[in-house]
């Protein structure tokens, strides 16, 4: 399973980013976990995590 990046946010500011395969989001708060299955973020209800968007490479500019 190929790793994503999740954007780690409280009270919507981002606080870092963090690398796994999966995510999940249930009633004891957010867990991102690796691709052997250990728990490489864990966050209660004040934190989410968001699949970091692919941002289009800006063309350079002359």
């Known amino acids: 399973m190929a790793n ?3 954007e780690i ?3 919507g ?3 870092f ?3 796994g395969a999966r995510c999940v ?3 004891m708060g957010v867990r991102v976990y690796d691709d052997e ?3 490489v973020f ?3 209800h004040s934190h989410s995590a ?3 968007p692919v941002r289009p490479v800006e063309p350079a500019t002359e």
Do not use: P, W
Request: net charge negative.
């Open 4 to 6: 994503k990046t999740y």
């Open 9 to 11: 946010r409280k009270d």
């Open 13 to 15: 500011a981002l606080l």
């Open 17 to 19: 980013t963090v690398q």
């Open 25 to 27: 989001v249930d009633g």
């Open 37 to 39: 299955g250990d728990v």
């Open 42 to 44: 864990n966050g209660d």
């Open 50 to 52: 968001v699949k970091e």
